[in-house]
């Protein structure tokens, strides 16, 4: 029997990226009524490193976690209430308890594809709390499939419903996403997701191989509304099941909607594939760091693409923002002994 495939939401988390963190409940107000029938198995909200990660290194949000949330809570009837945390940025008590009461029924608990055992205190206590939890593999194309499944059974362990691999940095390509995504849903007995970024243009693509490939979550935006490139455009993904015959669930006009009449009044700009976006998807650097690395590039008359490039080569991953700067220093004095900027065709 084919599983039931459950859709995350991620316009109000992922999208805060975009807007620099800047969402206020007007526009959750306006998004999360308006969503709601569509079928969606559950909204996430929050800024976009997750609970308690508003902060000077990773940007500062415009409305605290909790105002966010409740302002959620009361426009969500039938789609559940999701928030994200990373051990680290979040806490149980500070953040998961007050998520809790303000009515968050599902909390994704997110962490570097190798680093699974942080996860564990967060998952079990907010399965001791009664609550849906499912563990995140970040920058997961930074690991073996063997790694990931290994990481992935930890988190099966400790109570996890599912593990969403996520491709922070919009590095995929196709048969990336099919070996891994096989590998845990063949030896699991959990969901698995999948959670696509488009720096190389593959994230509907990509998503639709993940669910092809056993992936029974596919976590994604509305317009694809999210970070760098953006994510796995929701209703784009729900009108290609539909064409190739496959019930999602989902009510495409619905979802159609809500792209054109709301989240384009949430966006400053269009959601593409610019050069930078595109850069961070070859080097395999997480997608956020987009806005840092341009004032960097700009502050120490670097290039942005080399600042990405020398990034993706010292493998830093979300969380390490501090070091944009330390690299962007370091090219500004390579440049300053006239050293050649990268030749990304020698690098590939």
């Known amino acids: 029997m084919e599983k039931q495939l459950l859709f995350f939401d991620s316009t109000l988390r992922d999208g805060s ?26 909204v996430i909200v929050g800024h976009g490193n997750g609970l308690g990660a508003s902060s000077l290194q990773v940007g500062m949000s415009a409305t605290p976690d909790v105002e966010m949330l409740r302002t959620a809570r009361s426009g969500l009837k039938r789609t559940k209430l999701g928030a994200f945390l990373i051990p680290g940025f979040g806490t149980i008590k500070d953040n998961i308890d007050p998520a809790v009461e303000e009515g968050v029924e599902l909390f994704c608990i997110a962490t570097h594809c190798t680093e699974a055992d942080v996860t564990r205190q967060h998952i079990e206590y907010v399965r001791k709390r ?17 790694r990931l499944l290994e990481e992935a059974r930890k988190m099966e362990s400790y109570g996890a419903q599912g593990v969403i691999l996520m491709d922070s940095a919009g590095s995929s390509v196709p048969s990336m996403v099919s070996e891994k995504i096989k590998c845990l ?84 700009g269009p959601q593409e594939i610019s050069s930078v976006s595109l850069i961070s998807g070859i080097a395999g650097v997480f997608s956020g760091f987009a806005k840092h690395v341009k004032k960097a590039a700009e502050r120490f008359n670097v290039d942005p693409r080399d600042i990405f490039m020398e990034l993706g080569r010292r493998k830093m991953v979300a ?18 002994a006239k050293e050649e900027s990268y030749d990304l065709g020698a690098l590939l």
Do not use: W
């Open 130 to 146: 009664g609550k849906e939890a499912y563990g995140v593999l970040m920058m997961y194309h930074m690991t073996t499939k063997e």
């Open 319 to 336: 969380g390490q923002e501090d070091f944009i700067v330390d690299v962007a220093v370091y090219l500004a004095e390579k440049k300053g």
């Open 185 to 268: 849903a063949d030896h699991l007995n959990i969901h698995v997701g999948f959670h696509a970024h488009n720096n190389l243009g593959l994230a509907v693509s990509n998503s639709l191989i993940a669910i092809e490939s056993g992936a029974t979550i596919i976590d994604g935006t509305i317009r694809g509304f999210g970070a760098g490139a953006g994510n796995c455009q929701l209703e784009v993904l729900a009108g290609l099941l539909s064409k190739i015959g496959k019930n999602s669930g989902l009510n495409l006009y619905k979802m159609m909607d809500v792209s054109d009449n709301v989240v384009t009044k949430m966006m400053t």
């Open 17 to 42: 990226h975009a807007v620099a963190h800047q969402l206020d409940t007007d526009a959750i107000k306006s998004y999360c009524p308006a969503i709601d029938d569509a079928g969606l198995y559950t």
